[in-house]
């Protein structure tokens, strides 16, 4: 999700030595019988992948993936909101959104509580399909819990930007987050133990 939030240019890091490499397909599923499905960053290269298998299904994931990505412009401009009060460009932006798939708002809306299970079976019919799909779902949970449908925003948000994984693994982002907050000023401090946070001026 790094490159669907501000601070992701806002910071700058590659101006403090972080860089990044494009893998696209950013997620390929093995199936055991030696099928594959690459879920590319253009989800209609998906869909070619997964004609190979199934032309109805690989139908079924456009239309999916056409309710994921407007699921996911709203959420995720939700998500940069303030929470403590009513974003109204955000409510604007969603009805927006929301109109550009008027015959699809209910399923776009069940999203959130349906089980990913659920959602799968609905619209899936290859058994190779349906266990990419469960693969792929994102959530950190059984599948057939409710509500672990909106995990399928982490596959919107694969085809909305290209997945970059950073060069020197995971730690290299907070190591240019430590270079940023170095050179304007501050500091990093590693295991010392804290006696109190002091605050002034509202800041810790």
């Not at 669907?4 to 806002?10: L, M, N, V």
């Not at 899936?124 to 799909?133: G, M, S, T, W």
């Not at 994102?138 to 919107?156: D, E, K, R």
Request: charged content about 25%; proline content about 5%; hydrophobic content about 45%.
């Amino acid at each position: 999700f790094w490159d669907s939030f501000p601070p992701s240019r806002e910071l700058q890091l590659e101006s403090y030595g972080l860089r990044r490499a494009l893998v696209d397909p950013g997620h390929v599923y093995l199936h055991p019988d030696g099928a594959s499905i690459a879920f590319w960053a253009d989800a209609r290269k998906t869909v070619e992948d997964i004609k190979r298998i199934s032309v109805k299904d690989a139908k079924a994931y456009l239309e999916f993936a056409e309710v994921l990505g407007t699921f996911a412009e709203i959420a995720l401009r939700f998500a940069r909101a303030n929470p403590t009060r009513l974003d109204w460009g955000a409510v604007w932006h969603a009805v927006k959104q929301t109109m550009k798939i008027r015959g699809r708002i209910g399923e776009m809306l069940s999203l959130p509580f349906l089980s990913a299970t659920e959602i799968i079976a609905e619209r899936f019919e290859h058994q190779i399909v349906r266990d990419a799909l469960h693969a792929s779902a994102g959530a950190t949970v059984p599948n057939n819990q409710s509500g672990t449908g909106v995990c399928f925003l982490w596959m919107a948000t694969l085809h909305r930007y290209p997945c970059q994984r950073p060069i020197g693994g995971v730690q290299a982002i907070p190591e240019a987050l430590a270079r940023r907050l170095r050179s304007l000023g501050g500091d990093v401090v590693c295991e010392a133990p804290v006696a109190q946070i002091t605050l002034k001026g509202g800041r810790a």
